[in-house]
Structure formats: C-alpha cells, structure tokens
C-alpha cells in the first residue's frame, strides 16, 4: 500500500496510476481517495496520471491526534507532490478538499498548472452580514453534535438526504451510492471528522487572491451542504484568472451522481 510518512510522523495513503500530465484530486468530508473512482478511471483512460489521497485522520492514512486543520492537510499534499516530483499538475478539490486545493495552490504555484474547486467552500460558507447565503453558525454546532451523538447513524442521514439531494421530491436515491459514502466515512477518525469542521469557518478569501494559474469554480445551483450563494459568486471575484460553471438542480455530491456530465467539463478545462 503507497504511503509517505510526513515530517511529523504520520503516514499518508495515496493512489497513483498512470502516466502523462499529473491530476491530483483532494476529497471532500469524511471520505477518501475512492470519492474520486469515477474522475480517476475517466482521466486515467485519456492519457492522464491520476493521483488521489487519503486525508490524515481519513480512509487509509494515520489516525493521529494532531494536526486536523488547514496547516497540516497543505502540508501533507506538498510533501506528497514533492515526493513524486509534480510537475504542472492540474489540481481539482471537492468541498473540504476544494479548500485544500485553494490554500496549496496558494503557496506552491510553481508546480501548478491549472486547479478546479468543485462544490467548494471558498472564499467562506459562513453566514454573515457579508455573506446571507451562508451556513449559520449552528448549522456547523449542529453537525459537530452529531457526529458526537451517534456518527454511525449521522454517516448514514447525509449521504441519504442532502449530499446527493437524494431528499428532494423526484429524487431516486442509490442505496449503493449511499453505503459507500458511509463506508468511506467509518474508515476515518471521529476526532478528524469533528475537527474538519473547524476548517469550515475559516476564510479563504486572501488564498485565492494569490492565485494567478487558470482556476474553474463548478458548483451544483442547489447544493444543501456550501449553499451556492454563500461562496460561489464571490470566489470568482476574488481569483485572477477565474472561470464559473454551475449546474441547475445538482446537488453537493454532483460528482458521483452526475459524473457523465462533469467529467467531460473537467475535462474541456484541463485541454483549454
């Protein structure tokens, strides 16, 4: 099983298939590397080398009790794309991830060719006076509670209601598509699920204002996890050589339940 161990001792699980341009992919809360399998078999059949991770406290990696915060996770990816020597890489986040992939983008652009936030939390999902669209704060005291509650059952109310907008009238949800986001989830750690959500509330806004490489912002119109107001518009605003591409209906898990669409979108951004 592929790992790196990173400076503070903690091993990091990461998928590598492939050859040609590297495309790494940063998932989203509480899952893992095997969010990506749709992404990763598409781009890897068109010529691409295909580079997922397991977050620290998440699937395969470590379970330590340090270090769940933004520092360490832009800390970990660096490692692992120096320990395979990236280069002009493209790289594409989900949700949490999205943040992840904004605030390495940030701080090591010399590797970097392009970056996609998917479903993306940045610049901030907050609600606020500036930001009305926003998760109010007991929204994330909320989830905080139910992952302390009984995260087995929690693990299984999300991806059967909002993530994938299986709860919407018409909506025919996948109880496979249901249980894999639950086994993802029960592979990690509770304590790096709590404190993810700490990453949540903070603001993304002076990352992206450093980023000068060409970045795509897809986001699903009715997305229950990162409303599309609370982020979307304004992460365009704050990024150089910014590009939006929303979706009317699709909800935060757009990935897996429209992969038929977004993949070739992906896909039309890398080769632009």
């Known amino acids: 099983?592929?790992?790196?161990?990173?400076?503070?001792?903690?091993?990091?699980?990461?998928?590598?298939?492939?050859?040609?341009?590297?495309?790494?992919?940063?998932?989203?809360?509480?899952?893992?590397?095997?969010?990506?399998?749709?992404q990763m078999i598409f781009f890897l059949q068109q010529g691409y080398r295909v580079i997922a991770h397991d977050r620290r406290g998440h699937g395969r990696?470590?379970?330590?009790?340090?270090?769940?915060d933004m520092r360490h996770w832009v800390a970990d990816?660096?490692?692992?794309?120096?320990?395979?020597?990236?280069?002009?890489?493209?790289?594409?986040?989900?949700?949490?991830?999205?943040?992840?992939v904004a605030s390495y983008?940030?701080?090591?652009?010399?590797?970097?060719?392009?970056?996609?936030?998917?479903a993306?939390?940045?610049?901030?999902?907050?609600?606020s006076a500036d930001n009305p669209a926003g998760q109010p704060r007991e929204w994330f005291d909320a989830v905080q509670a139910a992952i302390m509650g009984n995260r087995s059952e929690f693990f299984r109310d999300v991806p059967t209601g909002p993530f994938y907008g299986f709860n919407r009238p018409g909506a025919t949800p996948s109880e496979a598509v249901i249980a894999n986001w639950w086994r993802q989830g029960m592979a990690g750690s509770i304590q790096a699920h709590y404190e993810t959500v700490y990453s949540w509330l903070q603001d993304y806004t002076e990352d992206l204002e450093k980023i000068t490489v060409p970045v795509l912002v897809m986001h699903g119109e009715?997305?229950?996890?990162?409303p599309f107001g609370s982020s979307v518009p304004r992460a365009v605003e704050h990024l150089k050589n910014g590009a939006l591409k929303t979706y009317p209906g699709?909800?935060?898990?757009?990935?897996?339940?429209?992969?038929?669409?977004?993949?070739?979108?992906?896909?039309?951004?890398?080769?632009?």
């Open 1 to 38: 099983m592929p790992t790196i161990t990173t400076s503070d001792g903690v091993e990091i699980f990461y998928k590598d298939w492939g050859s040609g341009q590297p495309i790494v992919f940063s998932h989203g809360w509480p899952l893992s590397a095997d969010d990506w399998d749709a």
């Open 61 to 68: 990696s470590s379970q330590p009790g340090t270090g769940h």
């Open 77 to 100: 990816l660096a490692a692992l794309t120096a320990h395979l020597d990236l280069r002009d890489a493209v790289h594409i986040g989900h949700s949490t991830g999205g943040a992840e």
């Open 105 to 118: 983008v940030a701080r090591h652009q010399d590797r970097v060719a392009k970056a996609v936030l998917v």
């Open 120 to 127: 993306s939390p940045t610049p901030n999902m907050v609600k």
């Open 222 to 226: 009715d997305d229950q996890i990162v």
């Open 250 to 272: 699709y909800a935060h898990g757009m990935l897996t339940t429209h992969a038929d669409v977004i993949n070739p979108d992906l896909l039309a951004f890398i080769q632009s």
